[in-house]
């Protein structure tokens, strides 16, 4: 990690969707600064649509 991102106030982890991933990449990566998952989130509208879709392939 670069020097100046351990300086950082506090840092944000790339979105995964492996925690084991992100407690390896903790652990390789240490830091003082608190450490945030980092979220996707889906707008309302694409969410629908997503969900429809999945509804529709599940039956």
């Known amino acids: 990690m670069p020097a100046w991102k351990r300086t ?3 840092l944000f982890s ?4 492996s925690v084991e991933a ?3 990449w903790r652990e ?3 830091a003082a600064a608190p450490v945030y998952a980092g ?3 889906i707008p309302v509208s694409r969410y629908r649509d997503v969900e429809s879709r ?3 392939a599940l039956r």
Request: charge should be negative; proline fraction near 5%; glycine fraction near 0%.
């Open 8 to 10: 950082a106030d506090f």
């Open 14 to 17: 790339q979105v995964s969707f």
């Open 22 to 24: 992100q407690l390896r």
């Open 28 to 30: 390789e990566h240490p």
């Open 39 to 41: 979220v996707h989130l």
């Open 54 to 56: 999945l509804s529709a």
